[in-house]
């Protein structure tokens, strides 16, 4: 029975070995990624789901991992594969932010922007709006299959991005960080329909305070502000909802782009 090298007279089963392998792209993915990377979700099943998807790649591609395990290209092979699963994961959570910062931008103008609590998919303070649209990002994203999706854009991703030629070109490099403009007009267009309404709102209480002075604006600007708000919320949601699948859909193909070209 052949064995893999070690290095120091060591060696190791080789399947075993190339299934470690294949499981640091895996993983990385699911470090980075949306769904997946959220602080909730136990380590244990991260690096159970990454050995069942790592032997599910192992079965539909031929993955050659390097002879020698301590050796310097063995080393910079792993890098390149890590290197890969963050980019995947990376480009898909810049799509998830948009929901995030319209949630800021509508909360802000609504006057419940101090309304903030730990979001369990990342561990970080957000406002509550912010949360309940990112929430309703990740309801959708599954509700489309988009997490199956990824399970084949990894798979597939090692027939476009192969082991020792795994190193992301200069082009797709600038392509991410082009892609990162996305989540501020993605978040922009989000907040939209909610945001001109508030903007038109403060520009008539503007009016009412320069034609009565003596007018109380912090009694009836704050409480016309939250009316209009979730009065507002409740009408444009369908819409919003709609635009939150296009989102999700925008991020795959980015995803797509970046793994397949």
Known sequence: ??????????????????????????????????????????????????????????????????AQVFALATFLAIAAEALVGLAIGFVLQIAFAAPLLAGELIGNSMGIGFASAIDPQNGRSSTALGMFMSTLLTLLFLSVNGHLMLVELIVRSYTALPPGRAWLAAGQLRDIALFGGYAFSAGFLLALPVGFLLLCLNLIVGMLSRSAPALNLFAIGLPMSLAVGIVTLVIAFPAMGDYMVVIVREGLAAVQSLVIG
């Not at 089963?13 to 990377?37: C, D, K, S, Y």
């Not at 099943?45 to 031929?62: E, M």
Request: net charge positive.
């Open 1 to 66: 029975m052949r064995y893999a090298m070690l290095g120091f007279g060591l060696s190791i089963e080789p399947q075993f070995w190339a299934l470690l392998f294949v499981m640091v792209r895996v993983g990385a993915t699911f470090i980075a990624a949306p769904v997946f990377g959220a602080v909730s979700v136990p380590l244990q099943a991260r690096i159970a789901l990454s050995g069942a998807i790592g032997v599910l790649v192992l079965g539909s591609q031929t993955v050659t991992p390097p």
